[in-house]
């Protein structure tokens, strides 16, 4: 990458010039430089599928190609630049390449004449310029690489003047290339010299035509090719004010007003203008055409069209109050003399030309040099030295710009008075050690120009950070916190994150800053120290979490700032606290589900032995899941299309309760059948403390009785007083599922529903469907397992249905049953199969990095959330229409959805068993999350399961799978109430 020399726009460079440019799909973000998106089309689109080589791109110029071309690349030998359409008006002042049919170079004009030019011109009317790419072949390039030490082409190099040759200066393009051109011949290449040498210098002349006589030698035979790219667009940035405004302002590729910005009345910005890397505060009015970079101003200020303002700071914009600028350039730059930095101001015009000679038609501030030192007193002698020669009299090297003062540290007033203004007078300004804009740029400090920039981008990511959160915005924050991380800037990130979680008015915004904590513990850990997900209830932890629980957010964030200053030192201890700020993150998302309130009524309960029996189907989930997770569902909305199961033929989840006369908790888990496989026996409260771990025994039991207020965890009473006194007594629960753990058909979901049935009515307490659905929600958030409540609403509420919740708190589940045609539940009980796959779904962890990917706003992960509800309703059609067809393109869209969701859901297994399948099925997907348990499917044909059972048995590396019949279940849970005897 050539980096060109010095540019009057920006201190640092063209390369380094920053363009308003955003690309929301970056893994970082940060400022759009040139040099950032001619690497980017080089890498991506003009470098794809190339042999090796060596590269060689120019960095003064502004590309744009929109798609990427196909070059081909057979047979390639020698180089190949590489070229872009441009008008022939535009040729007269750059270079054009002429070619043959075959792509072949015969020459290369520089500002040629306008024969020269005409002969260039392809059909559709534009010229082939030559835009500062080449690709040398591994032949070409060892041939230069094998003569640059040789004299006189070592006088290119440090090799050749350390050895004290004079330098001799070489063109890529008119020596290098030139010389491959087929129409160019020896004598008449060796006589020319390149345009850029200046003229009368024998020596330097001299050793050119050495050194193009060996580039001869060695490289005529090698062929030189153009690639064309006729959809891409070319801008050399030139030194003309004009030129650069629009390269600033005129929508292109990813184009925005306002960059990496924060722009407190975005109104005052007109169309056409473009903000990058600023701060404004209070009124900032900005003209079309106009553009502002790295700036920190505070309002009223008033700036009109044709302005471009650089690197002014806080300090310096109260000069600009009660101004109107026009068509002018203003800039501040830092430069180092000897050890001072200091910060120098420059104003020019933007009509005005650099190296116009004043008496001449050059300009100042857009206006004849004569009428500019009528208006100010200012005269010839005072800026430029008497022994200048006159026609060295111009803007580069006239002496306007104050340095040094002996009463104060010159500001931005001190070039604005220049304009007329009251900042400063002709005294002040004489008395002033001044430089020209040449002298400034020998002094130039550009490790403080990207200093300055690179503080003024985090504050105003601070900005960014509190509008996203608390403006409850669905941009990602974590391509922020990955560049945050990386710069060692992540300090001022998380007090700024601190701050709005613990000022949040909804435990919402409070829980998306602490997720937002995480991800920069996870991104200062660099990828070591671990799995991000796991366990988070270590005790050095435990006060904050007893703050947030006890609602005190303020308290709750300050402990669990205290306590991350602790776990800083290394990867393994950032990631254990990233898990523990997801732990506060998941109490702030119980909060705010469980702010959702359900009701029940009292009747007299059942004599006490007096079984409360309750049966449960299954569900599958046919689109839309995942969208009902909290906080996804209350902080995005939610929609997903349930069906109630029977597997073959039964009812497999339920639950049975009943009253006993001893004041203690008897919990058995077993099979429908009588097998028990777990029993326990609570007779204090300390038996059920840890009913929020699930995978301790009966963690479930414990928390439903929890739940269903029949025991109050936090009671100075005891267990048995609590149960004697309200029941007379204690409470037997018995449940069953007939289906395999982690069967994906939403099993623990609804036997928690099961059990608070059960439990409810054993007491004396009714609870209706609706306010069931919440109830599970509350359980399984005490059960601290998260969830949503697709399952209960698949397995509690009979048929086909759409379960939907709206983008609010507190949560509301709404359930619509889907009318369907007459016959077609039995067409649909003919079509659909269960296969269990052998694989048992591991959902450990998964819903942790589901949440994270969802609290960090991915783009993928935001746009499939809302297509997962597009195509709940589609799929709600389909039903209704009786359309099966339409169902499994429903179904097949849904897993890949999935898929999307939760990466790693399909195990290798499962595809091939699906691949098997796919030809015989309108659509299929693994139940649940995925990862393992059932497939179901939706066959062509009807009862199929004998044709795929034979289909599975061929089918390679399968393995304790099984086929089963699905019936939609059209009545929902069963509640019976049965007596003591111990038969039944």
């Known amino acids: 990458m050539h980096m060109g020399r010095d540019f009057p726009f920006d201190d640092c460079g063209r390369a380094f010039t920053c363009l308003p440019v955003a690309d929301p799909a970056a893994r970082v973000e940060s400022l759009t430089c040139n040099l950032d998106v001619l690497l980017s ?3 991506h689109k003009l470098g794809r599928g190339s042999p090796p080589g060596v590269w060689v791109c120019s960095t003064d110029m502004i590309l744009s190609v929109p798609t990427s071309p196909e070059i081909v690349w057979d047979d390639f030998r020698g180089a190949r630049v590489f070229s872009l359409p441009g008008s022939v008006t535009y040729a007269r002042d750059h270079g054009v390449y002429l070619i043959d049919s075959q792509g072949l170079v015969h020459n290369i004009f520089y500002r040629g004449t306008e024969i020269q030019i005409q002969q260039c011109v392809r059909p559709d009317g534009k010229v082939p310029l030559v835009s500062g790419i080449v690709f040398f072949s591994v032949e070409t390039a060892e041939r230069l690489l094998a003569i640059h030490v040789s004299p006189p082409l070592d006088a290119c190099t440090y090799m050749g003047l350390d050895s004290g040759a004079r330098p001799v200066q070489l063109s890529l393009f008119f020596d290098i290339l030139l010389c491959m051109a087929r129409d160019v011949n020896r004598e008449s290449f060796l006589a020319g010299c390149h345009p850029e040498m200046g003229q009368g210098d024998t020596d330097q002349a001299w050793g050119q035509r050495n050194a193009r006589a060996v580039l001869w030698k060695e490289l005529r035979d090698q062929p030189l090719s153009l690639a064309y790219i006729p959809d891409g667009t070319y801008e050399y940035m030139t030194s003309s004010a004009s030129t ?20 407190e009345k975005p109104q005052f910005l007109e169309a056409g203008c473009s903000v990058v890397n600023s701060l404004l505060e209070g009124e900032v009015h900005l003209g079309p055409g106009s553009a502002i970079q790295h700036c920190q ?26 101004l109107a600028l026009h068509d002018l350039i203003l800039q501040g730059h830092h430069i180092q003399l000897r050890d001072t930095s200091i910060q120098v101001f420059t104003l020019i015009g933007r009509q005005d030309d650099w190296q116009s000679p004043a008496l001449g038609k050059g300009t100042y501030l857009n206006v004849p040099w004569t009428e500019f030192f009528q208006r100010t007193g200012i005269w010839d002698g005072d800026i430029w030295d008497v022994d200048t020669p006159p026609e060295e009299h111009c803007l580069l090297t006239a002496r306007l710009f104050p340095v040094f003062s002996t009463s104060r540290s010159p500001g931005l007033q001190d070039v604005l008075w220049l304009l007329g203004s009251s900042g400063g007078s002709l005294q002040a300004w004489r008395a ?3 430089m020209s804009w040449k002298q400034i740029q020998l002094y130039l400090d550009q490790a403080a120009t990207l200093a300055s920039r690179r503080t003024l981008f985090f504050q105003q990511a601070q900005g960014k950070v509190r509008r996203v959160l608390e403006g409850r915005q669905d941009h990602s924050l974590l391509p922020l916190i990955r560049a945050a991380t990386h710069e060692g800037c992540h300090g001022l990130l998380l007090t700024t994150l601190d701050q709005v979680a613990a000022q949040a008015e909804d435990s919402g915004v409070a829980a998306r800053a602490l997720a937002c904590i995480a991800d920069v513990l996870g991104c200062m850990a660099g990828g070591h120290g671990g799995l991000r997900s796991g366990p988070a209830a270590n005790q050095k932890w435990a006060l904050a979490f007893q703050y947030l629980e006890r609602g005190d957010m303020a308290r709750g964030v300050e402990e669990l700032a205290r306590e991350r200053t602790k776990w800083l030192g290394r990867p393994a201890l950032l990631v254990r606290a990233a898990r523990h700020y997801e732990g506060a993150e998941q109490i702030l998302i119980r909060q705010a589900v469980m702010s959702t309130f359900y ?19 299954a569900r599958v989930d046919f689109s839309g899941g995942w969208s009902d997770t909290p906080p996804i569902t209350y902080e995005h909305g939610g929609a997903v299309v349930d069906l109630a199961i029977l597997v073959d033929g039964q009812r497999p989840i339920g639950a049975r309760a009943r009253r006993i006369t001893q004041p203690e908790l008897r919990l058995s888990i077993g099979t429908h059948s009588g097998e028990v496989f777990t029993e326990l026996v609570c007779q204090s409260l300390e038996d059920l403390q840890d009913y929020c771990q699930p995978h301790a025994p009966g963690a479930l039991l414990k928390a439903a009785f929890i739940c269903a207020q029949i025991v109050q965890i936090h009671s100075p009473k005891s267990l048995q007083t609590q149960l004697h006194h309200r029941f007379g007594g204690g409470f037997e629960l018995y449940t069953w599922s007939d289906l395999p753990h982690g069967s994906g058909l939403g099993t623990s979901s609804i036997l928690a529903g099961a059990v608070l049935v059960a439990l409810h009515e054993a007491a004396g307490e009714r609870v209706g469907t609706q306010a069931l659905i919440h109830a599970v929600l509350h359980l399984e958030q005490m059960l601290t397992t998260g969830g949503g409540w697709q399952d209960q609403v698949g397995g509690l509420v009979p048929g086909i249905k759409i379960g939907r919740s709206r983008p609010r708190l507190p949560l509301k589940v709404e359930v619509e049953e889907i009318s369907v045609p007459a016959a077609f539940i039995q067409t649909l009980n003919e079509h659909l199969l269960l296969v269990y796959t052998g694989k048992t779904r591991l959902a450990r962890n998964l819903l942790q990095d589901v949440l994270r990917n969802w609290y960090a706003r991915l783009p993928a992960v935001v746009d499939n959330v809302q297509a997962l509800m597009r195509n709940a309703e589609e799929c709600a059609q389909a039903f209704s229409q009786g359309n099966l067809p339409l169902l499994g393109q429903c179904l097949t869209r849904y897993w890949e959805q999935k898929k999307c969701m939760a990466p790693g859901c399909e195990p290798q ?17 693994l139940a649940g999350a995925g990862g393992g348990g059932f497939l179901y499917l939706l066959t062509k044909e009807p009862r199929q399961k004998e044709v795929l059972e034979s289909v599975l048995a061929k089918t390679e590396g399968l393995e304790k799978y099984s086929i089963h019949l699905v019936e939609v279940d059209t009545q929902g849970f069963s509640l019976q109430l049965l007596a003591s005897d111990t038969s039944a």
Request: proline fraction near 9%.
């Open 432 to 434: 002033s050690w001044r």
């Open 244 to 263: 650069h405004l629009c390269s600033l302002t005129l929508p292109r590729d990813l184009f925005a007003q306002i960059v990496h910005s924060q722009v």
């Open 599 to 617: 009701s029940v009524t009292t009747f007299e309960p059942p004599p006490f032995g007096h079984w409360v029996v309750v049966e449960c189907p």
């Open 909 to 925: 297994a499962v595809r091939r068993m699906m691949d098997a399948l796919k030809p015989y099925v309108y659509g299929q997907s």
């Open 41 to 43: 089309i080089m890498t």
């Open 297 to 322: 101003l505070q309002g009223p200020i008033h700036i009109g069209p044709g302005c471009l303002l650089l690197g002014l700071d806080r300090a310096s914009s109260s000069a600009l109050h009660g």
